[in-house]
């Protein structure tokens, strides 16, 4: 079992609409999570992250975490042609370890 | 003022080379990583040091030998260059929880 899976891309999306990214993770004892963007031949940057159970919202970006289910998500509303790229999900053990990335989502928003 | 920079930007080799890779921050962070990202976009922790000590060594071949000189700098060499080895190759530093990562350098050996 991988350690950090997320839905198999790629994912496409009409502009205007809500995208909906999913992560789940393995270990239990997982305290931190985290969402990447990463642009084509670019370098992942953050974007979003997560420390208890519930939502976050942050612009029109918004995370969601459910650490019975061991699932953490990102909504995007709005989406826009710029908001096209890989998002990948990422969960450390304890605060300062070492992050696990999960394999991305890539997201296409159409105009 | 870039924040983590690596050099080189591009890297393509034959089979059986040593090359370097190397990896600056003027963040002032203590702690650093190498990472590696495969064709499928996999991203994958390989090393990473803290103030200069050596903390995460996944499993990774022994041709690849991290060295950090100094808490800024993180250097990655990599012995007997494989077909496999082709990948880009990720420099990070890190502040609280926040990964910061360098452009990237993308190796390829032919």
């Known amino acids: 079992q991988k350690e950090v899976e997320q839905n198999s891309g790629p994912l496409s999306v009409p502009e205007g609409a809500i995208a909906s990214l999913n992560c789940t993770y393995s270990?239990?004892?997982?305290?931190?999570f985290f969402w990447y963007r990463q642009y084509s031949g670019k370098s992942p940057e953050l974007i979003m992250s997560i420390y208890s159970n519930g939502d976050k919202e942050d612009g029109r970006f918004t995370a969601q975490l459910n650490k019975a289910s061991q699932y953490v998500s990102l909504l995007i509303r709005d989406s826009q042609p710029s908001d096209s790229a890989t998002y990948l999900c990422a969960v450390t053990r304890t605060s300062g370890s070492r992050l696990t990335f999960g394999e991305g989502t890539q997201l296409t928003v159409n105009p | 003022d870039t924040a983590v920079s690596q050099t080189p930007k591009y890297l393509v080799t034959q089979m059986g080379n040593d090359k370097s890779i190397k990896c600056e921050q003027n963040l002032g962070h203590d702690t650093m990583y190498w990472y590696k990202q495969d064709s499928k976009k996999f991203l994958k922790i390989m090393f990473s040091y803290n103030n200069k000590e050596l903390i995460i060594n996944e499993t990774v071949p022994n041709r690849f030998s991290p060295k950090s000189p100094d808490k800024a700098h993180l250097n990655l060499h990599i012995n007997s260059l494989e077909l496999g080895d082709s990948a880009v190759y990720f420099c990070?530093?890190?502040?609280?929880?926040?990964?910061?990562f360098g452009p990237g350098t993308r190796l390829l050996v032919l």
């Open positions: 270990d239990r004892v997982s305290q931190s």
């Open positions: 990070a530093s890190r502040e609280t929880e926040t990964q910061y």
